[in-house]
C-alpha cells in the first residue's frame, strides 16, 4: 500500500526534473461532452509519457550500492525509454527486455537514451519469466513497469499536480493498463478529494479489470491484441490491483475505434498528438458510457509516443 | 506606422478574450539548432491561429455604428476564422471572400463561427477588387488580413508576450505571408529590446519579401505554389513592408521538403500539430540559411489548422 505522503516524496524528488506539464481545457470538448474537462498533458512529459515519473523516482530511490548493479526491466516502450532516461540521469545503465512488436519509434528512443534490450515475443514467451532470468544472470536490479510501490508513487504526481492546479475536480478519468498509473493517481486523488470519483478505463479487448471487478477478484485475460500498446496487459498488479479495486467506482472500457475518433479530436480540434493508449480515458467521456454531465471532469492524456507513420496507419 | 503602446492597446483589447499560449522548449531541439529555442505557440491560439489577436483588436476598435454595419474580408483561411469568430464575439456579423481551394477544415470552421461566404478562384480572379465590390455593395466595413494597423497591433500582442516570458531575447523569426504578424511583432520586438535581430521566414516559392529587399522596392511575383496556404501572397502589404523592411535584419526562405520535416520533427519530438505556414519560422532555423548558434531564438508558431486527411497527404 501506498500513502498520498509517498506521493509527495517522489514529488519532491521530480522537482525541476520532471516536466510540470500543463493542463488543456477547450471550449468545444466541454460543449460536446457537457462536462468541464481538464486534460493533464503527460504526452509533454519527458520522453513523451507519465512513465518517466515512476522510473525515476523508483531509480532515484535506489541505494548507491543498488544503483550501481544498474537496472533491468521490461515494457512495450514507454516505461523501456523511462527506465533508460532514469537510469543516465541518475548516472547507472539500464538493460530493456522489451517485445518484438513494440512501434519502432520506441524501440529507436530507448536506445538512444544508452540502454541495451534483449528483444522477445510477447504471444509466445513468458515475459516475466524471462525479465526475472535475466536480472538474475545480470545482477541489476527489476524494477517492473508498474507493480513497484516508489513506480506507483511517482505516477501519482500525476494527479497531485492536476489537483493542485484544479482544486475543485468531482471525478477523474485514468488510463490503465497494469494500474501503476491508475494507483498512483487514486492514492492521492482519494486523500486530497475525498468525494473524488475516480474511473480506470481500459481498452475493449483489453478489459482485465472490468473483469477482474465483475469475478470479485484478480484474473488473467488473453493478451489481448488492441492498438492501445501501452494497455496490452492480460491482468490487474498484484500491488496495484487492492488499490485501485478499493478506491475506484467503476472501470470503463473504449473500443479501437473510439480511441482512433479520439485522437483525431484531439489533433484537430486541440493541436495535440497524443498515442491510442494515451487517447483511451479520453475517449470513454466521448463515448457517453458514463454520465458526468455539469461535473468537474479531470482526464489524463498519458503519453504522445507515436511516428507519423503509424499515426498515418491508424487514422487512413 | 504602429508603436509599442498600440501593440500595448491591443494587448488590453485581448485580456481575457484571446488565449496567452504557451511558450514550447525542448532539449532535442536546443541540441540540434545549437541555439536556446523559444517557440510562441500560436497553434493553441483560440480558432488554431495567431490571427484571431488581430482580427479581434480590429473588430473591437470599430465604433458602435461601423461595428453595426458589418465586416467583410478575404482570406485564404485563418483570418477568416478569426474575422468570424471575432464579429460573432463582438455581436455583429461578417461575409469572407475565400479561394476555392481554400482547405476544407478552414471553411467549415469558418461557416462554424456563422460566417457567410463568397468563393473565387486565387489564380484567374483578382481578389482585391473582388472584397472591395463586395464591400462596396454590402455597406460592410472591410477588414483586411494584414494592411490594417489595428491588425497589425493585434498580431504584435504575440512577440510581446513571448518577450514578457523570455525577456532576454537576442532573434526573433516571424512566419509571414502578407507580413502582418512580422510587422507586428517586429514593431514590439524593437521597441522592447533594441538589439533583437528580427527575420522574416516565407516559402521559396513565395519569396516576395526577399525579392522586395533585393530590389530595394515592394515587387509583386506570380501567386506562389506551395503548401504553405497561408503564405500564398503575392507581394508585401503596402501598409506592412516599410515596416518590416525597416527593421527586419533578413528575409529568409524554407523550401516545402523543409517545411514537412518540420511538421514531422514537431508531430514526433514535441507532440504538436502545426500547419504548414505555421512550421515556416522554425524549418529556417533547421535549414541552417543563418548562424544563431549560442543565441537564444524566438520563433513563432503561427498555427494549427490542418486535418488528417491534408496532414496524411503531405507528410506521406
Redesign the interface.
Known amino acids: 500500500m501506498i500513502t498520498l505522503e509517498d506521493v509527495r516524496i517522489a514529488a519532491a524528488r521530480l522537482e525541476g526534473v520532471a516536466h510540470r506539464t500543463?493542463v488543456l481545457t477547450s471550449r468545444t470538448l466541454d460543449e460536446r461532452v457537457g462536462a468541464s474537462v481538464f486534460l493533464k498533458a503527460e504526452?509533454?512529459q519527458r520522453m513523451?509519457a507519465f512513465k518517466f515519473r515512476g522510473a525515476y523516482n523508483a531509480v532515484r530511490a535506489l541505494s548507491e550500492n543498488d544503483r550501481a548493479r544498474g537496472v533491468v526491466t521490461t515494457s512495450s516502450g514507454n516505461h523501456a525509454q523511462a527506465i533508460a532516461l532514469a537510469a543516465r540521469l541518475c548516472g547507472t545503465t539500464a538493460l530493456i527486455v522489451m517485445p518484438e512488436d513494440a512501434p519502432l519509434?520506441k524501440v529507436a528512443a530507448t536506445e538512444g537514451y544508452g540502454a541495451s534490450l534483449v528483444r522477445y515475443d510477447r504471444y509466445t514467451q513468458n515475459r516475466e519469466e524471462l525479465v526475472h532470468s535475466v536480472a538474475e544472470e545480470s545482477g541489476r536490479v527489476l524494477i517492473p513497469p508498474y507493480d513497484h510501490p516508489d513506480v506507483m508513487a511517482g505516477q501519482g504526481t500525476t494527479a497531485l499536480e492536476l489537483i493542485e492546479e484544479v482544486p475543485q475536480l468531482d471525478a477523474l478519468l485514468v488510463c490503465t493498463g497494469g494500474g501503476g498509473l491508475l494507483a498512483g493517481c487514486a492514492t492521492a486523488g482519494s486523500a486530497l478529494l475525498p468525494n473524488l470519483r475516480i474511473f480506470g478505463v481500459e481498452p475493449e479487448a483489453g478489459d482485465d479489470h472490468r473483469r477482474s471487478r465483475l469475478a470479485g477478484e484478480r484474473i488473467t485475460i488473453a493478451v489481448p491484441r488492441t492498438i492501445a500498446d501501452g494497455q496490452q496487459t492480460d491482468a490487474p498488479g498484484e500491488l496495484t490491483w487492492p488499490i485501485t479495486n478499493r478506491l475506484c467506482e467503476d472501470f470503463l472500457t473504449v473500443t479501437d475505434g473510439e480511441i482512433i475518433d479520439t485522437m483525431?479530436f484531439l489533433?484537430?480540434r486541440m493541436?495535440?498528438?497524443?498515442e491510442p493508449s494515451g487517447a483511451s480515458a479520453l475517449a470513454a467521456l466521448f463515448g457517453g458510457g458514463i454520465d458526468l454531465g455539469g461535473l468537474r471532469v479531470g482526464v489524463t492524456l498519458s503519453g504522445?509516443n507515436?511516428?507519423?507513420t503509424r499515426?498515418?496507419e491508424l487514422?487512413?
Open positions: 500543463p504526452n509533454f513523451g519509434s483525431r489533433f484537430e493541436k495535440v498528438v497524443v504522445g507515436i511516428d507519423v499515426f498515418r487514422l487512413g
